[in-house]
């Protein structure tokens, strides 16, 4: 019987001193983690993400930074079907998108601000653009007519 009494009031004390035990010790714990996270980590949370924002406009700038094309005005419907001149403005106003159909590789990119270029649908041009290879669309900040084969 002693040994059981002793056994039970081991495990009691235990079961007491464990609580307190570790409630002395997170504050230490926690004192430790801030002063690692303080270490580790000397920027806000808002610097952090103003950071990162900032680092994806950079990539967002360098992806859609404007390029120099050459290329013919067309339309979708015409271009889909391998006629990159088509000067049809009739298919336009039946619903077909302008776009322009690159120099080299034959790249359709659909014009997401046709009236920079509806004028020159049919025509050889160059335009400083930027595009959106995803969506293979192309947004056109000048426009400038080319002599056929230049």
Request: include cysteine; charged fraction near 25%; hydrophobic fraction near 35%.
């Amino acid at each position: 019987m002693s040994k059981r009494f002793l056994a039970i009031c081991a495990f009691g004390m235990l079961c007491v001193s464990l609580p307190a035990l570790g409630a002395a010790q997170e504050p230490v714990q926690g004192d430790s983690m801030k002063s690692d996270s303080m270490k580790k980590d000397s920027m806000s949370h808002d610097d952090m993400s103003k950071d990162k924002m900032s680092q994806d406009k950079m990539a967002g700038d360098k992806m859609m930074k404007p390029q120099i094309f050459k290329g013919w005005v067309s339309d979708s419907e015409c271009a889909a079907h391998g006629d990159k001149k088509c000067s049809n403005k009739q298919h336009v106003a039946n619903g077909a998108k302008l776009v322009i159909v690159t120099d080299g590789d034959n790249k359709i990119w659909t014009v997401t601000n046709p009236s920079t270029v509806a004028e020159h649908q049919g025509h050889y041009i160059q335009v400083k653009a930027r595009t959106d290879p995803a969506k293979s669309t192309i947004t056109v900040q000048q426009v400038k007519m080319l002599k056929e084969g230049t």
